[in-house]
């Protein structure tokens, strides 16, 4: 004695998909084809363009975040460097320089980190603002 109600209801429920991930061994396919365009030929598939153009923001911005980081910890070593009167203040018992090099280095490497991700969240922002639109 079947109900209608329950035949009805057991038709309309779509299909059940067993969906499964690769192995662990399996290489992961990209979600985009990052291969170049042929030589002589420009690619007009957006997407490409726009991860390229995303990967090229992120190289950039990681230099110059490395870069920044490595011109300011040189002047910050050089200053102490010439500065001689640092070395012969001792506070604590410490070397005001060594104090400097510690408590000053940390907070500019947190600045700079904080700042390179700030900078590559936006970046990222905008390449999925443009790839929405699509």
Do not use: H, K
């Not at 170049?36 to 990681?62: C, E, H, K, M, N």
């Not at 920044?68 to 102490?80: K, P």
């Amino acid at each position: 004695m079947t109900d209608e109600r329950t035949e009805g209801a057991e038709t309309a429920r779509p299909e059940r998909v067993r969906v499964t991930a690769a192995g662990l061994g399996a290489p992961a396919r990209p979600a985009f084809d990052l291969r170049a365009p042929a030589p002589g030929g420009r690619t007009t598939d957006p997407a490409a363009v726009y991860v390229r153009s995303l990967i090229r923001s992120q190289l950039r911005l990681g230099v110059v975040a490395a870069t920044g980081f490595v011109v300011a910890t040189v002047a910050f070593v050089l200053v102490l460097a010439l500065v001689p009167d640092l070395s012969a203040a001792v506070v604590f018992g410490v070397p005001a320089s060594w104090l400097l090099l510690g408590f000053g280095l940390y907070p500019l490497a947190i600045t700079v980190a904080v700042l390179y991700v700030r900078a590559a969240a936006r970046n990222e922002a905008r390449y999925r603002a443009l790839t929405v639109d699509e």
